[in-house]
């Protein structure tokens, strides 16, 4: 579990292709390892992944396949820029919101406005997660806890301050490049429930809890 909050920005170093489709990547990332131990989880621009190898300023780790199909194949590259986050450990301050680590795919870069200090950027938003993104509401992209500033049918935007442009990669996004997201875990188990019809079951339980505690 992470918040979005990241922590440093790191870079992929070596990257070996699997014959099943995998990937080993290596990661530098100082700050990220300097506590890790093998097991530990680390997010990788929004990705959770599990350290397998350690050294000073380094950790590996395997990504599957379906993880590869799902997130911006251009983040799986030798040179590349990642923002890292440690897992949350229990009792730390929730800077961000609930963060799994676990991608419901990508958007792109579809506009870019400069507004004084602040950069606001849109991207592309695919009708199987438009319901799931709502305007003040919390969305992960590339790792990163950000707020919703506008949305439409089909593209969303998030404004972003100085701190953000240079701490994590978004400050070199430009038209046309792709994102890894994630929506709010809340707003996706609300839309699984409404899916099989449960709202009016789960307000009747609500209901009676509530009764019970007068």
């Not at 990220?32 to 590996?60: N, P, Y």
């Not at 439409?152 to 430009?174: A, M, Q």
Request: proline letters at 2%; aromatic letters at 4%.
């Amino acid at each position: 579990m992470f918040t979005g909050i990241i922590e440093e920005l790191g870079e992929i170093v070596a990257l070996t292709r699997g014959d099943d489709g995998s990937a080993r990547i290596t990661v530098r990332g100082p700050l990220a390892v300097s506590d890790a131990k093998t097991g530990d989880s680390i997010s990788v621009s929004g990705v959770c992944l599990t350290a397998v190898e350690l050294d000073a300023e380094h950790f590996s780790a395997d990504v599957m396949g379906q993880t590869l199909d799902m997130s911006n194949p251009e983040q799986w590259q030798v040179g590349r820029a990642v923002n890292l986050e440690r897992a949350a450990a229990v009792g730390d301050r929730l800077g961000g919101h609930i963060v799994q680590g676990h991608i419901d795919g990508t958007a792109r870069v579809i506009d870019i406005r400069d507004e004084g200090s602040w950069r606001v950027l849109r991207f592309s938003l695919d009708a199987a997660h438009a319901p799931l993104v709502v305007d003040k509401g919390s969305i992960a992209i590339d790792g990163i806890s950000l707020t919703v500033s506008a949305a439409g049918d089909d593209w969303f935007e998030v404004s972003l301050i100085p701190e953000t442009l240079e701490r994590t990669t978004l400050g070199s996004r430009t038209l046309g490049d792709v994102v890894n997201i994630e929506t709010d875990i809340l707003a996706r188990h609300v839309a699984r429930l409404a899916r099989f019809g449960l709202g009016e079951s789960v307000g009747e339980l609500a209901d009676a809890y509530g009764r019970s505690d007068a």
